[in-house]
């Protein structure tokens, strides 16, 4: 039987996603981000358990502490994660090729693979769900999540400075939309792009999200405490994005 992977057209609408094998892998480097009660991974891990098709959720770390910690929460961690994958100059897309070929090691062949970061942990509930059932009801590739970005955005080289869209003009006049990629707040993809060691396949996608907290990335223990107050509400279910 061929599966999702595989094909080049379309699934039919009555295919049920259920009947698919989804996996989630996270990737994440050193111990876990935390501030108070409240962890980064959790709350990551926290959200791919809840989604519907998600079946299996697989942490890629090189810390033998976020491993154990991954796998109290029920998650799988099928090896740690290589230390030269862990520079700072090292591509996600080899990290994803990495964990993809450590999953499928292990046994069954995901359908569909859904990627999470810890340092985006704003994500409307439904989104992955909803993410899912687009990439199988349009027989996409690949569907990253991304945010419109109105303003003018500027590019800078050693020793020049020029805009990259032309956004002096109103916004409701401009001709074309520039919209920043959201990689770490939710990406569904085919395993055979990552086995390739992409991200992007030739039949991708974006699915657009509005709410202005989706777009923040917590990346320091600074930016952590400020946002703090802001996943304590969210965990608490006072905060939806």
């Known amino acids: 039987m061929e599966r999702i992977d595989e094909m080049s057209v379309p699934l039919p609408i009555e295919t049920m996603i259920d009947d698919l094998y989804v996996v989630t892998i996270i990737p994440t480097r050193g111990v876990p981000k935390k501030v108070g009660n409240l962890t980064l991974v959790e709350t990551t891990l926290d959200y791919a358990f809840a989604s519907r098709y998600v079946n299996d959720v697989f942490v890629a770390t090189d810390n033998v502490e976020t491993a154990q910690f991954a796998r109290e929460k029920g998650a799988k961690v099928p090896g740690l ?3 030269y994958l862990s520079q700072d100059f090292i591509n996600i897309a080899d990290v994803l090729k990495w964990a993809i070929n450590e999953v499928e090691e292990i046994g069954k062949i995901p359908d569909l693979v859904v990627v999470l970061e810890e340092t985006q942990p704003f994500r409307p509930k439904e989104l992955v769900d909803e993410m899912i059932v ?6 996409l590739d690949g569907l990253i999540s991304a945010k419109e970005e109105p ?3 500027w590019e800078k080289s050693s020793d020049h400075l020029h805009p990259v869209t032309d956004r002096f003009i109103p916004r ?3 001709e074309t939309s520039t919209y920043i990629g959201l990689l770490g707040l939710a990406f569904v993809v085919r395993p055979s792009v990552l086995r390739e060691g992409n991200i992007l396949g030739p039949n991708m996608a ?17 930016s952590l405490t400020m946002v703090a107050p802001l996943l304590e ?3 608490e279910g006072n905060l939806r994005c």
């Open 151 to 153: 303003r003018r955005i």
């Open 81 to 83: 994660r290589p230390t």
């Open 172 to 174: 409701q006049f401009a």
């Open 206 to 222: 974006f699915y657009e999200v509005a709410t202005p907290l989706c777009g923040i990335e917590v990346r320091d223990d600074e």
């Open 233 to 235: 509400l969210m965990k």
């Open 134 to 139: 687009r990439v199988v009801n349009e027989g």
